[in-house]
């Protein structure tokens, strides 16, 4: 604001003395309102623009040096510059928002994809461990991370929370809800496979919104289903195993009788 309130009154300086037509200063002016509203904002561009009007009518417009209008055509310019500078004002600021917003999801979506893309690449007894936390923490720069695996039970930290991280994920997949605390920047979700409850998932750090916890509770939820079923895969792969041997050293058994 104080950079715009100096843009207009040095264009004033220059220009009063020469005591050019207001239709220059006025456009000089909102040139200096629309660039200020995009990096200051709305608020600010709009406080410019009330001071520029003040300087077109005291300087520029007759009777100079005095807080009147006689002219109605003057009045009319006035007002139309004003709510010109306020409406493009707005425009800009909306757009730099839009900019800002689109940007931000750009990188959120960047993020993402190298967290997936790293998960993807860890062996598959690997995904529900400490590994895939340590993904997660470096990839959004987290403080800690912690997972909860309600098949086994077992708690799991990457990372140091000073907020007892672990002591609520676990509190979370007990009690079925999700926990979140904007003062220390702690979120923790519950895990769900078709419907049903199978672990937490917690983060020590500021992350965005919304848009980025969703996903990565899915990707933790998939990553323990991942490991499940390897493990139940390698049982299996186990059981038949024994089942052949066993039958191998009965049929050597029956053989040798």
């Known amino acids: 604001m104080i950079v715009g309130t100096v843009a207009v009154a040095l264009i004033t300086v220059v220009l009063y003395p020469a ?8 456009f000089l002016f909102l040139l200096v309102v629309v660039t200020l509203s995009l990096d200051f904002g709305f608020a600010a561009a709009t406080v410019v623009s009330v001071v520029a009007v003040g300087c077109v009518d005291y ?8 807080w009147q209008i006689t002219n109605p055509v003057d009045a009319v310019g006035l007002f139309t510059f004003w709510a010109t ?3 493009i004002t707005r425009l800009a600021s909306n757009a730099r928002k839009e900019a ?3 940007e ?6 960047a993020l993402l994809y190298d967290a997936a893309s790293r998960l993807l690449s860890l062996e598959p007894e690997m995904a529900a461990g400490t590994l895939s936390l340590r993904v997660f923490r470096e990839v959004f720069d987290l403080r800690a991370a912690c997972l ?3 098949t086994t039970e077992s708690l799991l930290l990457d990372g140091q929370s000073p907020h007892d991280l672990g002591e609520q994920t676990r509190k979370a997949y007990l009690s079925d809800r999700d926990f979140r605390d904007p003062q220390y920047a702690l979120d923790v979700r519950c895990l769900r496979v078709a419907g ?3 672990g937490a998932i917690g983060f020590d750090g500021q992350l965005d919104d919304e848009s980025t916890i969703g996903p990565l509770s899915l990707m933790a939820a998939t990553a323990i289903e991942r490991a499940r079923s390897f493990r139940d895969s390698a049982k299996a792969a186990a059981a038949a195993q ?8 009965l049929d050597a058994i029956a053989h040798e009788f």
Request: hydrophobic share 40%.
């Open 85 to 87: 500078s306020l409406v």
């Open 100 to 102: 800002e917003t689109a």
């Open 104 to 109: 931000r999801k750009r990188r959120e979506a």
């Open 242 to 249: 024994t089942e052949t041997l066993r039958s191998a050293i």
């Open 19 to 26: 005591h050019v037509n207001s239709g220059i200063p006025a």
């Open 196 to 198: 049903k409850l199978t």
């Open 148 to 150: 909860y695996d309600g």
């Open 59 to 66: 300087f520029f417009i007759p009777p100079l040096l005095e």
